[in-house]
């Protein structure tokens, strides 16, 4: 289902929602079955164009972060403890700053956009992965294969290469897409606040915050079925997340 609604979004052109005022303010029907907006475009072409777009971003973002997790992470785990405090300190720190304000506060000083929701959320999500990470990193340091490693002269780069991503590469991949729905809402809402993506831009916050204008009016479409579709959205990418961890970890299906 993720997979058609990214292509079929993609597929839709600036052709198929430009505006047609002979078409606007109308509710549902078979032509337009989420309706129509105030300049008459269809709004489950948008919805999907949308929610395309939103998608993407999140899938990069959340690769971005990921590679964060598993650097800071891994180095936590087999560098020496001066390295693990001072990492320690950086989770403890990025954790306590609300991820909105942060979210805001980056998205703006990198001048808003794509690239501000990019660098954002890369720079903010990391952290709980990270973690996880350092903890599975640690309990390796004081297995055996690790020692001997050590003892037969192998450094760091090597041991962190050859037996710790490896170990953590599952967690690594449900984190990562269970990172997503994060990425996602965290995308929608600071659009809709206005420091996301531009407004000529076709994304769910975008949706969001031009229907608050008219929802007073009657036109309650224009927010129900983007917003529930955002919900779906969401709810897929965490089904996913869930799935995959039960094939990669099979006894943590009995739970």
Partial sequence: MIVTIVFYGL???EKDIKADFSQKNQSLSL??????????RDMFLRTLKGLSTSI????VASLMSAIIAVVIGA????GPKWLDQGILWLIDLVMGIPHMVLLILISFAVGRGVKGIL?????????SLARLIRGEALQLRNEIYIQ?????????????????????????????????????????????????LSPEQPAVGIIL??????????????????????????LLFDKLGENIKRLLDPSSAQE
Avoid: C
């Fill in 148 to 196: 001997v490693s050590k003892r037969l002269g192998k450094g760091n780069v090597y041991i962190l290469k050859k037996h710790v991503l490896p170990y953590i590469l599952p967690q690594v991949l449900v984190g990562t897409i269970l990172m997503f729905p994060h990425a996602i809402l965290h995308e929608a809402s600071i659009t809709f606040l206005g420091f996301g």
């Fill in 209 to 234: 915050s031009e229907s608050m204008k008219y929802l007073s009016t009657g036109m309650w479409w224009l927010a129900v079925f983007p917003g529930i579709s955002l919900v779906l959205i969401v």
């Fill in 11 to 13: 597929s839709v052109g």
């Fill in 31 to 40: 032509k337009h079955i989420f309706g129509t907006d105030w300049m008459g």
């Fill in 75 to 78: 180095l936590a785990g087999v």
């Fill in 56 to 59: 993407l971003i999140g899938l």
């Fill in 119 to 127: 660098i954002g959320i890369s720079l903010t999500h990391w952290t």
